[in-house]
Nanobody, 120 residues
């Protein structure tokens, strides 16, 4: 069964950095678009960044501070977050469109999330 699992969250002071990781496991034939989303308390889940092939795209709040990258061999996606701000505090989720066992149809998967807390 295909699963996504995030790691790398934690507590950091404003101005600091964190690197989130997301690994895909299971019997996988292909991975299409991969993105990071976040959900702050009392707010809807919002898109942060996407990587598709060699192209990346960022929400305005993430541009110039966050970098999304991937390692196709390891089936991992990363989100390097620099100059973090208290408003970046949220649970961060990995999202990917994956072709996996048993029927190889592309489906949308979510990880369980990792907490990022930025203190002022």
């Amino acid at each position: 069964q295909v699963q996504l699992m995030e790691s790398g969250g934690g507590l950091v002071q404003a101005g600091g950095s964190l690197r989130l990781s997301c690994v895909a496991s299971g019997t996988i034939r292909g991975i299409s678009d991969v993105g990071w989303y976040r959900e702050a308390p009392g707010k809807p889940r919002e898109w942060v960044a996407t990587i598709s092939g060699g192209n990346t795209d960022y929400a305005g709040s993430a541009e110039h501070r966050f970098t999304i990258s991937k390692d196709n061999v390891k089936k991992m996606v990363y989100l390097q977050m620099n100059n973090l701000k208290p408003e970046d505090t949220a649970v961060y989720y990995c999202n990917a469109v994956i072709s996996g066992s048993p029927d190889w149809r592309f489906r949308n998967y979510w990880g369980q999330g990792t907490q990022v807390t930025v203190t002022s």
